[in-house]
């Protein structure tokens, strides 16, 4: 109904919030002040007869009595009803200073950080949680704020030591917010989600509504990759309270199932009633940016750029863009304005390890493991392990290819950080890596030994799709044995276990090159060209895999160089040579590249 920022409502309003409520009594009210004296009023009415059940009118002294004025108001309401003083008794209600806050400044801080918190602006927000702790140290909600908003940056052992001070305040407070802190508090680990899904099951029980329970459960159905029942509680959200967080949280769930025609609509429905939010048009950039739209995604950047320039989504998404658009020193323009423009180093982090991507993507290995090693020494000095972990698993790839024994090594350590932090989803992926890099070893029964691990482990989780690294490792493992249509089956089982390109660690490309490879090594060279032509397609699902984008036109080569068609194999060659023209010395697809290059154009010229 648009109502959410209205000061007041008029009759009509408030009938058609009765009715899409179903309620059948409605509480109109207001409050004067005086000097320190605050006078409230409030009329229950009939929705159907419009008459009035009963009036009442309390005052008292300073922001410290209206919480006591609130309770007060509730027990006449409760009599004006007509209920019996045994009916009274056994409710559920508490005083409203010991449910939230007992501090009224204290919840205006509160107040505030919400509003920051619902706008992605979590360093903001924490800033007011902090403040409103400070005045009431007993706060729970506030903690659980500050823990949602760390969780939401990826610092998770800040996120983990406020929850933690949320639950154990949670014996204080209604039980709206209890069924609230104890889910979050359980949504830490994918091991306890079956207890963080009970908890907010209770909670919507009682209020259907609730946008924490709701968000949250969107959130772990995602997290297991269940984006029907994800998307029913991400629409609950937003039909309730239409901010940036839930609108994100709903279009980001169509992008993964590939409906971005539905996700962009959610924006443009925002920004109807919101003309400046900057993140909107980052986040519709992205959409546009996934399509392969390059053109309106930086054009959203631009939007974004002119509404606050120091945005930083603005600058990713056009470095985002300009490294699709295979402008890879436009690319890091932007990603550089990011360290210019921001103080914090957390906020380095993600713009740092996309340097060391880009790098990647232009052959330049020892640079781009350099740049990551950058990284893990920033997330070293911030303390924050979900970095180290993250950075240290990619690093692990960067060094595979080059020399698979140490990026075993460094595999491992990658995944005593995600043990440590009970990272299943992480722990799951690495596992993956480390069994390839066991294969490029000749250790086939490891790698082996590792896939079945992995199995076990998935079946014993909540995210069934996950088999897809099972199936890829399989496949890997059957490819290196030469049972290829095994190895075929894998892989497409795999593949076919994907979401659809929107996250920024997208996964197709390095499922989809071994399919090919697959192809390949049997024999089926169409088949083969077509897979990799579909990695030479991809948006997003490239992102962080450059390498894979820029030597699948090398295979492309090939494939055409086999089928006799000189020109397009020429054009391949010449595609990958021009992504690699800065690449390391001494790798062996740009001199295989370069020679058959050189052969073709001295048989064309001996002709």
Same mark, same amino acid.
């Given at each position: 109904?648009?109502?959410?920022?209205?000061?007041?409502?008029?009759?009509?309003?408030?009938?058609?919030?009765?009715?899409?409520?179903?309620?059948?009594?409605?509480?109109?009210?207001?409050?004067?002040?005086?000097?320190?004296?605050?006078?409230?009023?409030?009329?229950?009415?009939?929705?159907?007869?419009?008459?009035?059940?009963?009036?009442?009118?309390?005052?008292?002294?300073?922001?410290?009595?209206?919480?006591?004025?609130?309770?007060?108001?509730?027990?006449?309401?409760?009599?004006?009803?007509?209920?019996?003083?045994?009916?009274?008794?056994?409710?559920?209600?508490?005083?409203?200073?010991?449910?939230?806050?007992?501090?009224?400044?204290?919840?205006?801080?509160?107040?505030?950080?919400?509003?920051?918190?619902?706008?992605?602006?979590?360093?903001?927000?924490?800033?007011?949680?902090?403040?409103?702790?400070?005045?009431?140290?007993?706060?729970?909600?506030?903690?659980?704020?500050?823990?949602?908003?760390?969780?939401?940056?990826?610092?998770?052992?800040?996120?983990?030591?406020?929850?933690?001070?949320?639950?154990?305040?949670?014996? +204080?407070?209604?039980?709206?917010?209890?069924?609230?802190?104890?889910?979050?508090?359980?949504?830490?680990?994918?091991?306890?989600?079956?207890?963080?899904?009970?908890?907010?099951?209770? #909670?919507?029980?009682?209020?259907?509504?609730?946008?924490?329970?709701?968000?949250?459960?969107?959130?772990?159905?995602?997290?297991?990759?269940?984006?029907?029942?994800?998307?029913?509680?991400?629409?609950?959200?937003?039909?309730?309270?239409?901010?940036?967080?839930?609108?994100?949280?709903?279009?980001?769930?169509?992008?993964?199932?590939?409906?971005?025609?539905?996700?962009?609509?959610?924006?443009?429905?925002?920004?109807?009633?919101?003309?400046?939010?900057?993140?909107?048009?980052?986040?519709?950039?992205?959409?546009?940016?996934?399509?392969?739209?390059?053109?309106?995604?930086?054009?959203?950047?631009?939007?974004?750029?002119?509404?606050?320039?120091?945005?930083?989504?603005?600058?990713?998404?056009?470095?985002?863009?300009?490294?699709?658009?295979?402008?890879?020193?436009?690319?890091?323009?932007?990603?550089?304005?990011?360290?210019?423009?921001?103080?914090? +180093?957390?906020?380095?982090?993600?713009?740092?390890?996309?340097?060391?991507?880009?790098?990647?993507?232009?052959?330049?290995?020892?640079?781009?493991? +350099?740049?990551?090693?950058?990284?893990?020494?920033?997330?070293?000095?911030?303390?924050?392990?979900?970095?180290?972990?993250?950075?240290?698993?990619?690093?692990?790839?960067?060094?595979?290819?080059?020399?698979?024994?140490?990026?075993?090594?460094?595999?491992?350590?990658?995944?005593?950080? #995600?043990?440590?932090?009970?990272?299943?989803?992480?722990? +799951?992926?690495?596992?993956?890596?480390?069994?390839?890099?066991?294969?490029?070893?000749?250790?086939?029964?490891?790698?082996?030994?590792?896939?079945?691990?992995?199995?076990?482990?998935?079946?014993?989780?909540?995210?069934?799709?996950?088999?897809?690294?099972?199936?890829?490792?399989?496949?890997?493992?059957?490819?290196?044995?030469?049972?290829?249509?095994?190895?075929?089956?894998?892989?497409?089982?795999?593949?076919?276990?994907?979401?659809?390109?929107?996250?920024?660690?997208?996964?197709?490309?390095?499922?989809?090159?071994?399919?090919?490879?697959?192809?390949?090594?049997?024999?089926?060279?169409?088949?083969?060209?077509?897979?990799?032509?579909?990695?030479?397609?991809?948006?997003?699902?490239?992102?962080?895999?450059?390498?894979?984008?820029?030597?699948?036109?090398?295979?492309?080569?090939?494939?055409?160089?086999?089928?006799?068609?000189?020109?397009?194999?020429?054009?391949?060659?010449?595609?990958?040579?021009?992504?690699?023209?800065?690449?390391?010395?001494?790798?062996?697809?740009?001199?295989?590249?370069?020679?058959?290059?050189?052969?073709?154009?001295?048989?064309?010229?001996?002709?």
């Amino acid at each position: 109904m648009d109502l959410l920022d209205a000061k007041s409502f008029s009759s009509s309003d408030l009938d058609e919030i009765a009715s899409r409520g179903r309620a059948n009594y409605i509480l109109r009210g207001g409050y004067t002040r005086a000097a320190d004296t605050f006078r409230i009023n409030i009329n229950l009415q009939d929705v159907e007869t419009g008459e009035s059940i009963g009036s009442e009118t309390v005052t008292g002294q300073g922001e410290g009595s209206l919480y006591a004025l609130v309770d007060e108001l509730t027990r006449r309401i409760k009599e004006n009803f007509q209920l019996s003083a045994q009916a009274i008794a056994a409710d559920i209600d508490k005083e409203v200073g010991k449910i939230t806050s007992s501090s009224p400044e204290a919840f205006r801080y509160y107040s505030e950080a919400r509003k920051y918190h619902l706008r992605y602006e979590y360093r903001e927000a924490i800033q007011l949680y902090e403040k409103a702790v400070s005045i009431d140290p007993e706060f729970a909600m506030a903690y659980r704020g500050m823990a949602a908003a760390y969780n939401n940056m990826a610092d998770y052992e800040k996120s983990r030591e406020f929850i933690q001070k949320a639950f154990e305040l949670s014996d +204080r407070i209604s039980d709206r917010e209890r069924y609230q802190i104890q889910g979050q508090f359980y949504y830490q680990s994918e091991k306890t989600y079956d207890q963080a899904i009970g908890a907010f099951n209770k #909670l919507i029980e009682l209020y259907p509504d609730d946008d924490i329970g709701n968000s949250y459960l969107g959130t772990i159905y995602s997290g297991i990759e269940e984006w029907d029942k994800a998307l029913e509680n991400y629409k609950i959200c937003v039909e309730v309270k239409k901010n940036v967080l839930d609108c994100g949280n709903l279009a980001g769930l169509y992008e993964t199932k590939g409906l971005y025609d539905e996700a962009r609509q959610v924006w443009e429905d925002f920004l109807q009633t919101e003309l400046d939010a900057p993140q909107v048009h980052a986040d519709l950039g992205h959409n546009y940016l996934c399509q392969g739209r390059y053109q309106l995604a930086l054009e959203e950047a631009d939007k974004a750029f002119l509404l606050n320039p120091r945005h930083r989504d603005s600058f990713n998404l056009k470095g985002d863009v300009y490294r699709l658009m295979g402008d890879f020193s436009k690319a890091e323009e932007e990603y550089l304005k990011i360290l210019e423009i921001s103080g914090d +180093r957390a906020t380095h982090l993600s713009p740092k390890f996309k340097l060391a991507t880009l790098s990647l993507a232009q052959g330049k290995v020892e640079k781009a493991k +350099r740049e990551m090693e950058e990284v893990m020494n920033l997330a070293t000095e911030l303390n924050l392990e979900a970095w180290q972990a993250g950075v240290q698993s990619y690093y692990s790839y960067f060094v595979s290819l080059k020399d698979p024994e140490q990026a075993i090594k460094e595999a491992e350590k990658a995944l005593i950080w #995600l043990q440590e932090l009970d990272n299943l989803s992480w722990q +799951r992926f690495i596992m993956y890596w480390k069994g390839t890099y066991h294969i490029r070893m000749g250790s086939i029964d490891e790698a082996q030994r590792i896939s079945n691990e992995l199995k076990d482990m998935i079946e014993k989780g909540l995210n069934k799709k996950a088999k897809r690294y099972h199936h890829g490792l399989d496949g890997a493992i059957e490819l290196e044995n030469k049972n290829y249509a095994r190895a075929i089956e894998h892989f497409n089982n795999a593949i076919s276990l994907l979401p659809f390109q929107s996250a920024i660690f997208d996964e197709h490309a390095f499922f989809i090159e071994p399919l090919a490879l697959a192809y390949y090594s049997s024999g089926d060279l169409d088949k083969a060209r077509e897979e990799y032509e579909k990695i030479t397609t991809l948006t997003r699902g490239r992102t962080s895999y450059g390498d894979i984008y820029a030597k699948s036109f090398y295979m492309l080569g090939k494939i055409y160089e086999k089928l006799g068609d000189t020109a397009k194999a020429i054009e391949h060659y010449e595609k990958f040579l021009d992504l690699w023209k800065d690449a390391d010395p001494g790798i062996a697809e740009v001199e295989d590249a370069r020679k058959r290059l050189e052969g073709i154009n001295t048989s064309k010229t001996a002709r």
